[in-house]
T-cell receptor
Framework: QQQVKQSPQSLIVQKGGISIINCAYE??????FPWYQQFPGKGPALLIA?????SEKKEGRFTISFNKSAKQFSLHIMDSQPGDSATYFC???????????FGSGTQLTVLP | SQTIHQWPATLVQPVGSPLSLECTVE??????LYWYRQAAGRGLQLLFY??????ISSEVPQNLSASRPQDRQFILSSKKLLLSDSGFYLC???????????FGEGSRLTVL
């Protein structure tokens, strides 16, 4: 019930393309869904987050789509750039982030 | 603004030696504090979290322990390191009024 399943494990996209990473959760009590971006040798940084009262949130080239009935959410990176190459983690929690459950991560490579 | 510091950034230790990783948060009071471990190419595993001085919750039984001697200080320790303790250790914090989790830069531990 606490799992968050993330796919794909790795993703290669051409510059200018759309990167899509998917996550599915089981616990219907989850009400906070953040995405983190991690560059090699660095700590993860919060990228964007959504709560289940909206179906989509957009910040610049990054968009979270949320499907409450399917218990799925995804990250879309529009016009992907080589600088977006990083590992992306989805996560979910009930209430405050003290009990974030993380997905297994997706290594994104954007080719120039 | 709030900042989080971890040290040392890199550590190479022999099997059986002790460990002490330190983390401090500045610019906030009464944060929730966390220790995560990330094995090479793997996801984020929550090790310990603390909601206050002297209050430690362990998520995974292991060779490690944590302490919170001051409000904004979190320490990860081991009396005798194992090879399997190698990894990237991340300290993180959340404020009591927000759900956002912020990570430090990480400490890379190699046990030989």
């Amino acid at each position: 019930q606490q799992q968050v399943k993330q796919s794909p494990q790795s993703l290669i996209v051409q510059k200018g393309g759309i990167s899509i990473i998917n996550c599915a959760y089981e616990n219907t009590a989850f009400d906070y869904f953040p995405w983190y971006q991690q560059f090699p040798g660095k700590g993860p940084a919060l990228l964007i987050a959504i709560r289940p009262d909206v179906s989509e949130k957009k910040e610049g080239r990054f968009t979270i789509s949320f499907n409450k009935s399917a218990k799925q959410f995804s990250l879309h990176i529009m016009d992907s750039q080589p600088g977006d190459s990083a590992t992306y983690f989805c996560a979910a929690s009930k209430g405050a982030a003290r009990q974030l459950t993380f997905g297994s991560g997706t290594q994104l490579t954007v080719l120039p | 603004s709030q900042t989080i510091h971890q040290w040392p950034a890199t550590l190479v230790q022999p099997v059986g030696s002790p460990l002490s990783l330190e983390c401090t948060v500045e610019g906030t009071s009464n944060p929730n504090l966390y220790w995560y471990r990330q094995a090479a190419g793997r996801g984020l595993q929550l090790l310990f979290y603390s909601v206050g001085i002297g209050q430690i919750s362990s998520e995974v039984p292991q060779n490690l322990s944590a302490s919170r001697p001051q409000d904004r200080q979190f320490i990860l320790s081991s009396k005798k390191l194992l090879l399997s303790d190698s990894g990237f250790y991340l300290c993180a914090w959340t404020g009591t009024n927000t759900g956002e989790l912020f990570f430090g830069e990480g400490s890379r531990l190699t046990v030989l």
